[in-house]
């Protein structure tokens, strides 16, 4: 079955500096990968998405993902955060038969001025 | 303007009751999906429908049943038997359902307490 695994349930960086949030994955095919991200009070919005085309995804808000299908990975990273990027981020795989989303438990972002 | 509503915002429910949570699309989307958020586990997807009259299983559907009687409706009723139904609720739907559009729209979500 597939599955995501999202490293860190609580993320906290200073504004201006890097962003990583590790995500990997588990699936017996080319999965669909995709983060959406949820601020406070508002709906979940799709981040980006990696759909077996190239391997660097760029999103929204200056954020990217990269697949490593070696590491079975596709960690979220942004070079330098700000204020609004505080929110719950959420790794996704979609399931095989392609017919419904598979959320991870999320990783909360922090930042601090 | 489009998109999805979710009634009541804020639900309680009684021991060994039922309770129906209302999700309703104007989008014309043909899939639609109910997942719930629990802290620390993020969304995990209770029931989903791709099509009118037909629904599937997620991977929590216990306690919990839905019907698809027409395109922009979805509700979902927690029954008694679904022993830890306090969530936060949400709705989605997605303009295909095989393959999934992975752009879901989400509605605002309910939630559903015990007393």
């Known amino acids: 079955a597939q599955s995501v695994t999202q490293l860190d349930s609580h993320v906290s960086v200073s504004e201006g500096t890097p962003v990583l949030l590790r995500c990997n994955y588990s699936?017996?095919?080319?999965?669909?990968l995709f983060w959406y991200v949820q601020h406070p009070n508002k709906g979940l919005q799709l981040l980006l998405k990696y759909t077996s085309a190239a391997t660097l995804v760029k999103g929204i808000n200056g954020f990217e993902a990269e697949f490593k299908k070696s590491e079975t990975s596709f960690h979220l990273t942004k070079p330098s955060a700000h204020m609004s990027d505080a929110a719950e981020y959420f790794c996704?795989?979609?399931?095989?038969?392609?017919?419904?989303?598979?959320f991870g438990k999320g990783t909360t972002l922090s930042v601090s001025s | 303007d489009g998109g999805i509503t979710q009634s009541p915002k804020y639900l309680f429910r009684k021991e060994g009751q039922n309770v129906t949570l209302s999700c309703e699309q104007n989008?014309?989307?043909?899939?639609m999906y109910w997942y719930r958020q629990d802290p620390g586990q993020g969304l995990r997807l209770i029931y989903y429908?791709?099509?009118?009259?037909?629904?599937q299983k997620g991977d929590i559907a216990e306690g919990y049943s839905v019907s698809r009687e027409k395109k922009e409706s979805f509700p979902l009723t927690v029954t008694s038997a679904q022993k830890n139904p306090t969530a936060f609720y949400l709705c989605?739907?997605?303009?295909?359902?095989?393959?999934?559009?992975?752009?879901?729209?989400f509605g605002s979500g309910t939630q559903l307490s015990v007393l």
């Open positions: 699936s017996s095919y080319s999965p669909s």
């Open positions: 996704v795989v979609r399931n095989q038969a392609g017919t419904a989303l598979i």
């Open positions: 989605a739907s997605s303009t295909h359902g095989t393959p999934l559009n992975e752009k879901l729209f």
């Open positions: 429908s791709q099509i009118v009259n037909d629904f």
């Open positions: 989008l014309n989307h043909d899939a």
